[in-house]
């Protein structure tokens, strides 16, 4: 049975695995073996490290650290079979995320579902062998979970369904369920839970299994994770604060596009995975991939002055240069969206319709078409109506001025921000938009708009967010320009000094926008 693992599959089941879809994203082999190859060679030939994954899901984790035991502990126990008991009852430790999951991981790891059969590699006294899983519940606390804050009205479930509440994480100290040392905690935990809000609204849980695996005190913690955490937000601003002072990451693997690492997989705002060591103390080796490019800066994961983590030195530059000037921030500019009040469309009826209030608590009659005393322009999600003005209660003296919108769903993985647009003197926005309010000129405006949709300023919103979310503090790096002519992006290269390579980088990286 050992002579299973040194076979080579064509295909692996597991590179297979990776590449279907599916509400869990599986890791492939080839990725596994990479953040393994991050650890020292020398830990393959001690007997006495102890690996955990933490959230299993196919048991690809420890069957490629069984592999490289195999072969690295030969001279310690040359006996075959002494050694596959040693490295599958003393050193490999899993907790699967699921009964499912549990299964597969031991059937990949054991070549048994059960280890206690006959067909295991090593045999067991029980059937879940060193890969547990508990069924786990909730503790619901003002209709959320105190551990992982998934929603009980989403999660409240009855036996015969997955509670979706990891083991793991469902303890103030993960060491009252592993009261052991491990040396290494590696895995690729689950990223996200339904909220319980409208549509796919979901809040992530991959920082817990971080933190949580943290309190192990392992030597060593490397896990692959959504690359959202560099900007924060959704309850990740303390995560991206601890990550980013923490100098014992000592490697970081970032990838902006998820599908170099999961197959057909999109993830918005890319992944990473990174070696956490306990022993170092210093700077972080940063690789960048780009497809088959990759690039490697020496350097510290919170740049001075910076409060989100930047991806690549080349932004680090560009941003060093327009902050060198000590110029206003568009964010100081923007109003967030709901500025005017209303809900984001209207509900129609032929050519009459309501809107709603931002916060549910009114609706007024709108129209279609300007009509009587409908004269006030909403500009709403895929259209505009009309409503009278004094249903108008919040800004109410913006209206009369120029103003430009700017969509709060951008779109990252191309031209980054929606087409702003002008809202002219007598019109007013729902909460579809981000306001910019100005004076009285169009031109102003329109000026403005051009400057928005340039090359330069995109790039700098796509170096402060990850997200499809245009919150203000998304051009925290966009300087406040006057507003007299039209602004290019030659006019503005030249204006901060940029060299060569900086200007190839946005311009490459970033399409034209109409």
């Not at 650290?65 to 690295?72: D, N, P, S, T, V």
């Not at 699921?98 to 597969?104: K, W």
């Not at 793991?168 to 290494?184: G, N, Q, R, S, T």
């Amino acid at each position: 049975m050992s002579e299973l693992y040194d076979k080579t599959y064509n295909p692996d089941v597991l590179s297979c695995l990776a590449n279907l879809s599916n509400d869990e994203v599986f890791t492939p082999p080839e990725v596994a073996n990479q953040m393994l190859d991050m650890l020292p060679k020398e830990i393959w030939s001690d007997p006495n490290a102890t690996f955990l994954d933490p959230a299993c899901k196919s048991g690809v984790f420890l069957r490629e650290i069984a592999k490289r035991l195999i072969k690295g502990l030969e001279d310690e126990f040359p006996d075959l079979d002494e050694r596959l008991e040693h490295i599958f009852k003393k050193q490999l430790h899993g907790v699967a995320i699921t009964e499912l999951t549990s299964l597969l991981s031991r059937r990949s790891v054991y070549c048994s579902k059960y280890p206690n059969s006959k067909y295991s590699v090593v045999e067991f006294d029980s059937a879940e062998g060193n890969i547990r899983f508990k069924r786990c519940e909730h503790k619901w606390v003002n209709g959320r979970c105190k551990y992982c804050g998934a929603s009980e009205k989403e999660y409240e479930r009855g036996d015969e369904l997955e509670t979706h509440a990891y083991e793991f994480i469902h303890f103030e100290d993960p060491k009252e369920m592993l009261p052991m040392k491990f040396d290494v905690v590696i895995g690729n935990p689950p990223y996200q839970l339904s909220d319980g809000g409208n549509g796919a609204s979901a809040m992530p849980i991959y920082h817990k299994f971080v933190q949580q695996g943290e309190k192990l005190k392992p030597r060593y913690l490397a896990m692959i994770i959504p690359a959202r955490w560099y900007v924060g937000g959704r309850g990740l601003d303390s995560f991206r604060s601890e990550m980013l002072h923490d100098d014992r990451i000592r490697e970081l693997h970032d990838f902006q596009n998820a599908s170099d690492c999961f197959p057909g997989v999109e993830i918005k705002g890319g992944v990473c995975y990174f070696l956490w060591d306990r022993d170092h103390r210093g700077l972080c080796r940063v690789f960048s991939h780009e497809g088959e490019d990759v690039s490697m800066d020496e350097r510290p994961l919170l740049e001075e002055g910076m409060e989100t983590f930047i991806r690549s030195s080349k932004q680090i530059s560009i941003l060093e240069k327009v902050r060198s000037r000590h110029e206003k921030t568009l964010s100081e500019k923007l109003n967030a969206g709901r500025y005017f009040g209303f809900h984001t469309r209207a509900v129609w009826d032929g050519d009459n319709g309501t809107l709603q209030t931002a916060d549910g608590s009114s609706s007024y009659p709108v129209k279609k078409n300007q009509t009587g005393a409908f004269t006030t322009k909403v500009y709403i999600a895929h259209g505009e109506c009309w409503i009278e003005p004094k249903n108008v209660t919040r800004n109410v003296d913006d209206i009369k001025k120029c103003k430009v919108l700017i969509p709060r769903a951008g779109n990252p993985g191309s031209t980054i921000l929606g087409k702003p647009k002008l809202s002219e003197p007598g019109t007013c926005s729902s909460n579809t938009y981000n306001v910019i309010v100005l004076g009285t000129s169009v031109s102003e405006a329109e000026n403005l708009i051009a400057y928005l949709k340039t090359r330069f300023v995109r790039y700098l919103v796509a170096t402060r967010t990850s997200t499809q979310d245009m919150a203000p503090k998304a051009f925290e790096f966009v300087p406040v320009q006057e507003w007299s002519h039209i602004w290019t992006d030659e006019e503005l290269f030249a204006k901060y000094g940029l060299d060569e390579a900086e200007m190839a980088d946005i311009c490459n990286s970033i399409p034209e926008m109409e």
